[in-house]
């Protein structure tokens, strides 16, 4: 089946650097979504890519989604406390998998102020 | 604040006990889900509802049984559970099937601790 794999697993930063997790899927999506998830809550969607090479930013984060539609990546500009958190890709194959994001296992970033 | 209101956020049940988790979703959306999350694992889909109709189980063991009575609820009713089904269990919402195209809206979760 889908297989989406993240890395790295963890990511420890000294605040005011830069960040980068990256998402590989093992077959080609339809779009791509990204999730964070605070410490003790919930996943919170933050954006979806849809284009081969696709680029979208949101304040100091860029998302990337590869010419191939197989691999994603975040990048955030000089982290600050407050991306503390976990960061997941969720690919969609599209076809008759209704409702079927493959989530990958999510990247912990821990921000040392 | 969360449009997906979960309850309990906390539940420790023996293995031989019989509980329910409830989901209730005030966005006015058609699909509903719920998730499984355990520790280094990534999340995993358990079943998918739209429109109240079951599309999608994903191989769950029987012991976990859904059940949604129109499209603003959702339950996941637990019995004979094992300690390895302790996990947070996450429900979701969106706004419809489409091919997987909207994006998914959490609940808090249920951390279950199953002794």
């Known amino acids: 089946g889908q297989q989406v794999m993240q890395i790295p697993q963890y990511q420890h930063v000294q605040e005011g650097e830069d960040f980068t997790t990256y998402c590989n899927s093992s077959t080609t999506l339809s779009n791509i979504q990204w999730y964070k998830q605070r410490p003790g809550g919930h996943p919170v969607f933050l954006i979806q890519?849809?284009?081969?090479?696709e680029v979208k930013k949101q304040k100091r984060l860029t998302f990337q989604f590869g010419e191939a539609k197989k691999n994603s990546s975040l990048h955030i500009t000089a982290t600050q406390t407050t991306d503390v958190g976990t960061y997941f890709c969720?690919?969609?194959?599209?076809?008759?998998?209704?409702?079927?994001?493959?989530f990958g296992q999510g990247t912990i970033l821990t921000v040392h102020p | 604040e969360t449009g997906v209101t979960q309850t309990p956020r906390h539940l420790v049940m023996g293995m031989t006990n019989k509980k329910s988790l409830k989901c209730e979703q005030h966005?006015?959306?058609?699909?509903m889900y719920w998730y499984k999350q355990s520790a280094k694992k990534p999340l995993e889909l358990m079943f998918v509802?739209?429109?109240?109709?079951?599309?999608e189980n994903n191989s769950v063991p029987s012991r976990f049984s859904p059940e949604c009575p129109n499209s603003s609820h959702l339950f996941l009713h637990l019995h004979t559970l094992q300690p390895e089904d302790s996990a947070l269990y996450l429900c979701a919402s969106s706004q419809d099937l489409l091919q997987g195209w909207s994006p998914l809206h959490f609940g808090n979760g249920t951390r279950l601790t199953v002794t």
């Open positions: 509802y739209s429109l109240e109709e079951r599309v």
């Open positions: 966005l006015g959306h058609n699909a």
């Open positions: 969720a690919g969609y194959a599209g076809g008759t998998s209704y409702g079927k994001l493959t």
């Open positions: 890519l849809v284009k081969s090479g």
